[in-house]
C-alpha cells in the first residue's frame, strides 16, 4: 500500500476494515480480503492491488445471483421480461443505493482529493460489488447469494412492479403461494355509478386475511390495485389505492345524468 498520508481520512485501514465488517454483519476468515474490496487504485501500490479486479468479480457474481433468483421467482416472465429486471436491479445506480445505505463510503481507503466533492456513485457502486466478491472468495457462493439477496431484493421486487406495467396481481400471487403458502382471491365489495360509467371496489384475499380495498373504472383495474394495496401492506408500507375519488367521479357522473 502507499503511505497512509495520501488520503483524507485518518482513519486506519484497520478502523476501516472492522468497521465495514460491523455494517455489512459478516466476520471474515481471511480479512485480507476484505482489505483488498475497500482500497481504490488512488492508494493501492500498484492496480493489480486495488479493489479493481474484485469489483470484475463481484460483478460477474451479482448477476448469476440475480439472474437465477428472478428465473426462479417469476416462472411466467419472458426471457425479455426478465433481462430487463436484471438491467434495472444490475446497475450502479441500486449498487450505489445499498452502498450508501450500509455505510459502506466510511469504509473505503482511497486518495486525497477524492471525496473534495462528496462520494462519486462510481465509487459507491464499486466497493458494494467488491465486497461481494470477498464475501465470495471468503465463505462460497452461499454466503454470496445470502448477502446479495439481504440487500438487493426489494429491489428486484420493485423491478418488477415497473416492468410488468403495474401488473400488481402477477407479483402478489407470487408472494402468496411462495411466502404465505395461499393463492390471492378478489372479492368485489362495492359498486358505484350509473350502469354507463360504474366503479368497482375490490379487495383481495389471502388464506382469510382481508387487504385494503381499491377502487376501479372496471373490474380489472380494481382487481389491480387490490393487489397494489396488498403488497403494500404485507411489506408493512402504507396502501397506495385507498382514495375515494373514483366514489366521488361515480357519484359526479351520476349526479350530471
Known sequence: MKNSDVTDDPTSLEEKTERCQQLIGYRFRDPALVVSALTHASVASSRTHSNERMEFLGDAILGVV????????????LEGELTKIKSVVVSRRVCAKI??????????????GMMRHGMPRSLLSDVFEAIVAAVYLDGGMESAREFILSHIEPEIRMAAEGQSGGNYKSLLQQI??????????????????????????????????????????????????AAGNALAQIRGEEPPFVSNRFVGQAKDSHDND
Not at 440475480?66 to 416472465?77: A, L
Not at 452502498?99 to 486525497?112: F, I
Request: aromatic share 10%; with cysteine.
Open 99 to 112: 452502498s450508501k445505505k450500509l455505510g459502506l463510503e466510511r469504509c473505503l481507503h482511497v486518495g486525497r
Open 66 to 77: 440475480v439472474c437465477e433468483h428472478i428465473f426462479r421467482m417469476y416462472p411466467e416472465y
Open 176 to 225: 402468496a403461494q411462495g411466502d404465505m403458502k395461499g393463492t390471492p382471491v378478489y372479492r368485489l365489495v362495492g359498486e358505484s355509478g350509473p350502469d354507463h360509467s360504474k366503479y368497482f371496489e375490490v379487495a383481495a384475499e389471502i388464506s382469510g386475511r382481508r387487504f385494503a380495498s381499491a377502487w376501479g373504472r372496471n373490474k380489472k383495474e380494481a382487481e389491480q390495485r
